[in-house]
């Protein structure tokens, strides 16, 4: 189970929604591109299970950076797949809303903690372009927006839980590294692309490349707003939590 769903689950949700977060494992900037293997059919298995129960509602889980289109593949197939599963639960015999969250971040995610360790080996890391903005959101806001969601006059809509504040790749990892200890982050370079296609996957090479406009994704969830849209505050009580 991913971080978002033990958390979700530890909410206890009421009112009976089926929260179907298929797929959320690949929502996050923070794995080298290993999450996406097998997405679209287990994607696709997992919305198609969802429509299947009995809930009266279903809240259906997505990702904020499909709304701009990949210009190539293979992150363009898994945005069509994305929206493919969208548009199966908008259109299933129960009552649905889509929520597109940002790029996921929590203290619970193996994948920052495995960066952590990188980090004060002193190991480079594939930051993309500088001026390439992407959405991200703290699990804890993920969770709740979902909750949010969850009301019968929302069916039929699709929404954004994002923190706000679109900013790229690198500024926010370089943040996290100076918080564990590394000064100055080492960035690999473009043209060590095709090296470092060994250890870095394409699907997160083209995420970290794939700009988001500078505005707040809309609309957005009714009723909810980021605890924390401040991502250096986010990333600062993740690690002091941690070291606590």
């Not at 009421?14 to 097998?38: E, I």
């Not at 960066?115 to 903005?133: D, E, N, Q, S, V």
């Amino acid at each position: 189970m991913t971080e978002l769903g033990r958390r979700l689950a530890r909410a206890r949700p009421v009112g009976g929604a089926h929260f179907n977060l298929a797929g959320q494992q690949a929502n996050t900037l923070l794995h080298d591109g290993h999450a996406w293997k097998d997405f679209s059919r287990t994607a696709l298995a997992g919305i198609r299970r969802a429509l299947r129960t009995d809930a009266p509602m279903l809240v259906h889980a997505s990702f904020a950076f499909v709304r701009v289109m990949p210009p190539a593949d293979p992150l363009r197939s898994l945005a069509e797949a994305i929206l493919e599963c969208e548009a199966l639960a908008l259109t299933g015999r129960m009552p649905a809303c889509v929520v597109r969250l940002g790029y996921l971040y929590g203290p619970g995610s193996a994948d920052l903690r495995a960066y952590r360790t990188a980090f004060r080996l002193g190991r480079p890391y594939w930051a993309g372009p500088a001026a390439a903005r992407q959405d991200h959101l703290h699990v804890e806001d993920a969770v709740a927006a979902l909750l949010a969601a969850a009301r019968r006059n929302n069916a039929g809509r699709t929404f954004y839980a994002t923190d706000g504040h679109p900013l790229p790749f690198m500024q926010f990892m370089d943040h996290f590294a100076r918080k564990v200890g590394r000064r100055r982050p080492l960035h690999a370079p473009l043209i060590s692309k095709p090296l470092m296609k060994l250890v870095v996957r394409e699907e997160h090479m083209q995420q970290v490349a794939l700009g988001m406009p500078g505005r707040t994704p809309a609309p957005r969830v009714p009723g909810w707003k980021p605890r924390t849209a401040d991502f250096r505050a986010g990333l600062d009580a993740i690690v002091d939590g941690w070291d606590g």
